[in-house]
């Protein structure tokens, strides 16, 4: 028996451990065996299994008989892959005869007794002494066996096998722990190594303690369905080299804790791996008989060992198997058996010594391995009922499988790959930070942590993932997908109530884990229950304005709209004149309005360091500085002994912990209160009357008066133009040295003056039309998305957007997972000074955004004329900012076509990506990506992990169709350039734009959005067929896919007469009809305004122009400047 240290505090942990032992007061005595004398490398040895977790689970059904009170009625034992012991599996009833013919063989005189099985132990029988299976056995084991144990592997692997080569043991365990005794150099210096997968089976790392041997850890890909990834072999190995000699590598396939089945060449280039290191192969295989997901099969080393031809098929190698799995799961039986390949000659008779030592294994285990490796054939008399068994079995465990990853995954905050094969899932979980803090100042492993309060609280016994090793880091638990659906089902909801409730309210105890709240949601709750919304980050400005009740209340989501919110919920009073700069509120700010009837409620001030007590109710005012550009406002909702509390919105970006969003000191000092802030605080300003002020009654709101209900203005826009003799320059006004700059002058020159013009235009639009483009385009997203998911929830609809159905699922998971994989999206927007309409959405495009954001503000700046800002003044900032977001990636890699303007926004992207501190390389087309090791890497040697393209992904569909005619579709080869549907289709793979946005961008989407939003005030009708309605109006015809204005067709009344047209590449796209809108003329040019969405929110506009109806990708970018006034 193992002894097992467990290196837990925790209190119940160590009653647990005491439970068991019963100890005595004695007298001192002497004791040869002390915790000091032990044998120190005992102590090392763990075996989380039937840990500390386990043995509290059965303390707890214990007291569950005694009618103990437990918010559960049975514990659900998910930590062993015992099958029998789960209740959920009957023996196989050919083992169970076989094995009683071979203990009690005058059952088989029964005529009701198989004439089948008792051939087979009468066989059996007569290979053993007297007869009788309660003999000793040769040390290799029973002959017989050996000798269908070796039919089997031939019949697995279509090679011979030898049964010299045959060991019986006692379960796959007693295998693998004589052949790791073998690999021991016995050199405490520099002893042997093996190298052992993380996440592993404890049997390894518990083994490798007792005999002093050096763990070699390399990590599975998690991300990669847990693969064997070349790259981190070679990386562990190579750590290893200076602390021990690597003897050997253990692979575990299917995986044990893990789930994963091997693919095939994922085995060759382990096998690879270990020729070229010199290192004894140990497959681990009792799993072989347990795969589920279609498409993945298992393949034995030895048969993929064997078929690489020399010098591999001659390489020293154990494979293992075991009673216990498959899916007999006669785990009691103790029965397994491994082959040992290719050993020298003397090796194999020192091999038979050292067992020999042990006599044999039990004969009973033997036999009934003999029974799983040569069961009935088809027309023997068990056959049928064998069969039977069989079927009800494995389609029960491929049912669970299935089952259970879909579970986890449905829970938010836990990740779980597909369960391939074997018995087990190892879901990924998130766990606070606090919480993890916590654990770890009780001297546990967060996730044992995690497991114990999950039994305490839901009765579910599993296995935490540090119990098997796992990624720094991460943290994972183990479960078996044994128990019955029913009960799995019940564990997975009790498990997604303890996670989604418990965890966070340990959070909450912990003092809430610092979590930055995203732009648009909610931070915290004021007492009185006015809410505060995040802005996302200090150097953001939505240029949304927030409108209460048809009240102005500033911009989302700014310190002042939050005051004036509060203000005239609790109070019903605004304050006006103070647009954006709290610090104001000081100086100009004197008296309150009330919305109802218009009186004036005096403010009265307090300078910071007076006589009289801050008053909750209050408004706390912060002076500008540095931190605080426009100051800060804030409210002060309670003071209490030396403190005051504040409620606020736009400092820090924080949940809140309570209903107020800070506590500050209050000092008394020589009879003056003091308010010690980290800034300086001006003071604050009592509300006079406040007794006599009361909420907003929200039912009466016919009582606020109109001028308090301001209109929105549209806006406006004009088109100025600076005659050209003022454009003469005497410096560059580009930069040379920048490669997208670079490449903009070797295309368009570098004069300031368009080739169409001998002025210098530009456009200049009110912070009105701004602020009205922003909340239009903000709107507007968001009902794409919604149409966007009443597309894929109906087939019908996505028919309309002639996406091959082989897509269809692919599709609809990006959107399931995929949403936050998204940077950029450009709406085309018509104006004609009354009103705002969508054109369409190119969700999927970053065409002009270089000009945009980049080359329009330069001109600006070298033109110098009057502007308050840009239109896309903060679209870099934005972009840098949400790149930051995956600046854990080692590097991002650009994939364009030959394109040069394709390559002008990639040069511009890859500025972006370095200012987010990403490193980044532009491939074009694929010349630059290859295979190696069943990954995709660029010439550098970096792996391809997250991909920013510009390919359209009709393209990607074509290229796809086209291998798969071809035959081609999973090509592999190392060396060899991937195809784009390989990357780009590639689950291990972060696309940006993901494939979810193929929806959105397609015209299709159009229909369907009217089908939603009929008559929005920013839509215009479109439809699938031409309708009698769109027949009363001009229309257009646009192909639903489609880029640069290509295939698009105006038409008069009735389609009588075209307006205008355009050719292309897309004259055999579908199309869809859209009434049409007259932009209004400036000067002979026609403005489009292109509105971008930078993940999910507006980040600011530009202008194509021409003097066609329809824009290409021709039309000139126009700056276009914001005058503020």
């Not at 998130?430 to 009765?459: N, R």
């Not at 500025?911 to 010349?927: Q, R």
């Not at 009434?1075 to 403005?1087: M, Q, V």
Request: aromatic content about 10%; some cysteine.
């Amino acid at each position: 028996m193992l002894a097992v240290k467990y290196r837990l505090s925790l209190n119940s942990a160590r009653q647990v451990l005491a439970a068991g032992i019963n100890y005595r007061k004695e007298q001192k005595r002497y004791a040869t065996l002390n915790m000091q004398t032990i044998n120190p490398l005992v102590k090392e040895v763990e075996y989380a299994v039937r840990g500390p977790i386990v043995i509290r689970a059965g303390e707890i059904e214990r007291q569950l008989k005694d009618k103990h009170d437990y918010p559960f009625d049975r514990v659900i034992r998910a930590n062993i892959g015992d099958c029998h012991a789960s209740g959920n599996q009957a023996p196989i009833t050919y083992i169970r005869q076989f094995v009683a013919g071979c203990t009690y063989p005058e059952i088989m005189n029964s005529p009701d007794f198989p004439r089948d099985v008792k051939q087979r132990v009468e066989r059996l029988l007569s290979a053993c002494g007297g007869k009788s299976l309660g003999s000793y056995t040769e040390s290799q084991g029973i002959i017989t066996i050996r000798e269908d144990v070796a039919a089997y592997i031939q019949q697995r692997d279509g090679y011979p096998a030898d049964a010299n080569n045959i060991y019986l043991c006692n379960g796959a365990s007693d295998g693998i722990k004589t052949v790791i005794k073998l690999l021991m150099n016995n050199d405490p210096a520099k002893p042997s190594g093996i190298m052992i997968p993380v996440p592993q089976y404890p049997l390894y790392s518990a083994t490798l303690s007792e005999y002093g041997a050096h763990q070699i850890e390399y990590y599975l890909d998690e991300d990669n369905n847990w693969a064997l990834n070349i790259d981190e072999l070679e990386r562990s190995l190579n750590e290893a080299k200076s602390k021990c000699v690597p003897r050997g590598i253990v692979v575990i396939n299917p995986g044990n804790p893990t789930g994963q089945v091997l693919a095939r060449d994922n085995i060759e280039n382990v096998i690879r791996f270990a020729h070229k290191h010199q290192l004894f192969v140990m497959a681990d295989e009792v799993y072989q008989e347990n795969v589920y997901l279609p498409g993945s099969k298992f393949f034995s080393f030895k048969k993929v060992l064997m078929d690489l031809g020399a010098p591999y098929n001659q390489m020293e190698m154990a494979s293992f198997h075991s009673a216990s799995k498959g899916w007999h799961g006669e785990c009691g039986s103790r029965g397994g058996y491994y082959e040992l390949i290719n050993l020298d000659k003397d090796v194999r008779m020192q091999v038979n010594k050292l067992i020999s030592a042990c006599l044999c294994s039990t004969s009973w285990g033997q036999a009934v391995m003999g029974a799983i490796i040569s069961p009935p054939r088809e027309g023997e008399e068990s056959y049928e009922l064998y069969k039977k068994e069989r079927t009800m079995v494995v389609n029960r465990l491929k049912e669970k499988a299935d089952l259970v990853s879909q579970l986890f995954n449905s829970v938010e905050g836990v990740r779980c790959n597909a369960v391939m094969g074997a018995m087990y899932a190892f879901p990924r979980i998130e766990i606070p930070k606090k919480a993890i803090e916590y654990a770890k100042s009780k001297k546990m492993a967060p996730d044992a942590f995690y497991c114990f309060q999950l039994l305490e609280k839901t009765g579910i016994c599993v296995v935490p993932g540090s119990g098997f090793k796992q990624r720094p880091g991460t943290h994972h638990l183990r479960t078996t997908i044994l128990p019955p659906v029913d009960q799995m089902k019940d564990m997975v909801e009790r498990f997604r109530t303890f996670h989604m409730q418990t965890v966070n309210r340990i959070a909450i105890m912990l003092h809430h884990r610092r979590q930055v709240v995203p732009f648009n949601e909610i931070q915290g709750v004021t007492s009185t229950n006015v809410c505060a919304y995040s802005n996302g980050d200090d150097h953001f400005f939505s240029v949304e304005r927030h409108y209460y009740h048809g009240i102005f209340l500033g911009f989302k989501w700014e310190c002042i709209e939050f005051a004036r919110r509060w203000l005239l919920m609790r109070k019903s009073c605004i304050f006006s004149g103070i647009p954006y700069a709290a610090a104001d509120i000081w100086t100009k700010l004197q008296a309150l309005e009330r919305v109802t009837d218009g009186k004036q409620i005096p403010l009265t001030a307090h300078l910071n360091g007076t006589l009289d007590k801050p008053k909750r109710d209050s408004l706390l005012i912060y002076p500008r500085s540095s931190a605080l550009p426009f100051g800060h406002v804030a409210i002060i909702c309670d003071v209490v002994p030396g403190y005051i509390r504040i409620a606020e919105q736009n400092y820090e970006y924080y949940n809140w912990s309570d209903d107020y969003s800070r506590e500050i000191p209050l000092r008394f000092e020589n009879n003056c209160y003091y308010i010690e802030d980290q800034h300086e605080v001006y003071g604050w300003m009592e509300i006079d009357d406040i007794e006599n002020l009361e909420p907003l009654d929200e039912t009466k709101i016919d009582l606020i008066l109109k001028q308090y209900q301001q209109a929105n203005s549209i806006g406006t826009l004009e088109r100025c133009v600076i005659p050209s003799k003022t454009s003469t320059l005497s410096f560059a006004w580009l930069n040379e040295n920048d490669k997208a700059e670079q490449l903009f002058m070797q295309l368009y020159g570098t004069d300031l003056i368009r080739t169409d013009t001998n002025t210098l235009p530009f456009y200049k639009a009110n912070q009105d039309l701004l602020l009205n483009i922003g909340g239009v385009s903000n709107e507007l997203h968001e009902m794409f998305l919604h149409a966007t998911e009443y597309v894929l929830e109906n087939d019908d609809v996505l028919r309309h957007f002639c996406i091959p159905e082989v897509f269809w699922p692919k599709i609809r998971q990006s959107w399931l997972n995929e949403k936050q994989l998204t940077m950029t999206g450009r709406f085309d927007l018509a104006f004609n000074g009354k009103e705002i309409k969508v054109f369409e959405y190119n969700a999927d495009s970053a065409s002009a955004l270089f000009e945009m954001a980049v080359i329009q503000e330069k001109w600006a700046q070298t033109i110098n004329f009057e502007r308050t800002f840009m239109s896309a003044f903060q679209l870099h900032n934005i972009l840098v900012k949400n790149w930051k977001k995956f600046s854990s990636i080692k590097r991002a890699h650009i994939l364009i076509d030959t394109d040069q303007e394709e390559l002008l926004t990639a040069y511009y992207m890859q500025n972006v990506l370095k200012d987010a501190g990403i490193d980044s390389k532009i491939c074009i087309i694929t010349d630059d990506l290859y295979w190696k090791d069943s990954k995709i890497v660029d010439g550098d040697g970096y792996e391809v992990e997250l991909v920013w393209k510009l390919w359209m992904w009709e393209t990607v569909f074509s290229n796809y169709l086209q291998c798969e005619k071809e035959g081609t579709l999973s090509r592999q080869n190392d060396g060899e350039h991937p195809y784009l549907h390989q990357i780009l289709l590639n689950e291990h793979i972060k696309v940006i734009e993901p494939l979810w946005k193929v929806i959105p961008s397609n015209k299709a989407i159009l229909p369907a959005l009217w089908l939603l939003y009929p008559n929005h005030p920013n839509l215009l009708r479109s439809e699938y067929i031409l309708t009698d309605e769109l027949k009363q109006v001009p229309f257009v015809k646009k192909p639903i896919v489609g880029r640069c204005g290509h295939n698009v067709t105006l038409f008069d009344v009735n389609g009588e007469a075209v307006i205008h047209e355009t050719q292309g590449i897309f004259i055999d796209r579908n199309c869809i009809y859209q009434e049409l809108f007259s932009l209004t003329n400036f000067d002979g040019y026609y403005p489009i305004i292109g509105s971008w969405i930078i993940h999910g929110l507006f980040g600011g506009f530009g202008i194509r122009e021409d003097k066609k109806l329809i824009t290409d990708a021709e039309s000139p970018v126009t700056a276009c400047c914001i005058v503020w006034k």
